[in-house]
């Protein structure tokens, strides 16, 4: 079965450009979450969808959006990007979203900021 | 504000140098802790849940352990192929459901 799957692989954008960033979410599972990690840290959430719903949001500014399709695909959107927005964005799937189910995670897209 | 902290930062072993990793957790009403290990350029791949103090979980090498306060991953008898950076995170109660805290990982290197 295929896993998570991310694209693109990587992006090289300049300060003040939006980008979007796409998920596959393994087959079955409802949920998807988006996190960002910077080079030597762990992941920090940034948004949880479920069933086409935001669930929860972390402490990111409001240049960051995501959206979930009703075929639970997800997109999410970076505008007006700055220098420490570079870093690999990771989404993860699971079938609730909860810790009944582990978040399985795609090999992320990494995002450089010139 | 949930809280995790990883240690060692870093760790060097000889192949069959058996150690552990610990992640102490500050996490309200935590739903589950969760192990993950990295390879460079790839995503977290899953390895453990535990939900409740005592709770014990083993996969080949690894075993996973969970106190009140803290978790252990003991890795006996370790090969190269165990080189990874390991991740812990914690799932809390409330508004914090579905919501991984990750500490910010061990790089482990296992020299043959």
């Known amino acids: 079965d295929a896993g998570v799957t991310q694209s693109p692989t990587h992006l090289i954008k300049t300060r003040g450009q939006h980008v979007t960033l796409r998920c596959s979410p393994i087959?079955?599972?409802?949920?998807v979450s988006w996190y960002q990690q910077v080079l030597g840290q762990g992941p920090q959430f940034i948004f949880q969808y479920y069933e086409k719903e935001e669930r929860g949001r972390g402490n990111f500014p409001d240049r960051f959006s995501a959206r979930q399709f009703p075929n639970y695909s997800s997109e999410l959107n970076v505008n007006a990007l700055l220098l420490g927005d570079s870093a690999l964005y990771l989404c993860?799937?699971?079938?609730?979203?909860?810790?009944?189910?582990?978040?399985?995670f795609g090999d992320g897209t990494r995002l450089s900021i010139l | 504000e949930d809280q995790v902290t990883q240690s060692p930062e870093a760790l060097r072993l000889q192949e069959g140098e058996s150690s552990s990793l610990n992640c102490s957790y500050t996490?309200?009403?935590?739903?589950?802790l969760f192990w993950y290990r990295q390879d460079p350029g790839k995503g977290p791949e899953f390895l453990f849940t535990l939900y409740s103090a005592g709770e014990e979980k083993e996969k080949e090498r690894l075993k996973a352990t969970l106190t009140k306060k803290e978790s252990f991953l003991h890795i006996t008898a370790p090969k190269p192929e165990d080189s990874a950076t390991y991740l812990c995170a914690g799932e809390g109660g409330g508004t914090s459901y579905g919501k991984l805290t990750f500490g910010q990982g061990t790089i482990l290197t296992v020299h043959p």
């Open positions: 996490v309200s009403g935590l739903r589950g």
């Open positions: 993860a799937s699971s079938s609730t979203g909860g810790s009944n189910q582990p978040q399985h």
């Open positions: 087959s079955g599972h409802k949920s």
